[in-house]
């Protein structure tokens, strides 16, 4: 018997590292040995001497110099609201709003299919070619349009950038997510739904006692990864103004971490200081993903 449960032991083990193996080599590879270099940057400090960069080390002087930049400078405290901004725009439209459309979908109510297909299409155009369609519609169509029918001159785009923007990636985020919750959905056993509406249950109710626990699991990824545009998303802003932007209120982390690099490829010193920069913000993100990861399944909403 001791045996046997050793044999047993031996191979559950061996079936666990089995399953560990591949996701922690593709960790090492693709993060620790690619960003390797990065790593070391953020500890060294370059100076322009006889024609070329030297490296000298830093220790922790990027770092302590990233923090009161964030504390101090201007640029930084308008990429942390627009961050905020964004994250909560790109969670309300392709969280909230998708889940709110794809029950509507599945439930097959009146032009449920036009709602599939007009929430969908961001998905399936490019990006960069709707936010140039996008930015004409608000430059030159909407004023024509408003003028003709009220006889009244407003200006588009130009008098209204950061709400256009707003409402463009409101708009842009919505598709993708909202297949996937209507696929989800779409798994549901009828017989529960049917034998719900005989027990006298409305729509709320089967959407927040039936559906949603469901498909939680598939919402509370769609939240989490959904942090990722609060720390590293540019929002489309390089659709908008490519290395130009109209000033500093349009930044945000990865916006601006983008235009120091492209703006001065060849300045090394910038790149030791960007890589303390992301450094710091991995720090952040890492444990908010895992605390808004384990408030999600605490507090998340239980079948009937």
Known sequence: MTSEKKKKELSDLLFYLSLIVLPL?????????VNANSIAL?????????????ATPA??????????DLLHKEELKYCLRNSVVFYLVTFASGTVV????????????????AFKTFLYMPSIVSVMVISVLYRYFCEDCYPAIVESLTHKVVK???SA???CIVLFNFFI????????????MAGISDSVIEASEVDGVNSVQQFWYIVLPQIYQTFSLFVVTGLLVLFSGQANMFNFFGLKPDGPEFYTFGYYMYLEIANDLNNY?????????????????IPTIFIVRHLLAKYGPKEI
């Open 59 to 68: 220790y922790f002087d990027n770092f302590v110099q990233v923090v009161k």
């Open 269 to 285: 010193a910038k790149y030791a200081y960007l890589s303390a920069f992301g450094l710091i913000i991995t720090a952040v993100a």
């Open 25 to 33: 080599i593709q960790f090492v590879i693709f993060y620790i040995v």
């Open 42 to 54: 953020a500890f060294k400090h370059y100076e322009y001497k006889g024609g070329d960069y030297v």
């Open 156 to 158: 588009g785009y130009s």
């Open 98 to 113: 998708s889940l709110i459309f794809s029950y509507y979908i599945y439930k097959k109510r009146v032009l449920s299919g």
């Open 173 to 184: 985020s919505c598709g993708a997510n909202m297949l996937v919750y209507t696929g989800t």
């Open 161 to 163: 950038k950061y709400a």
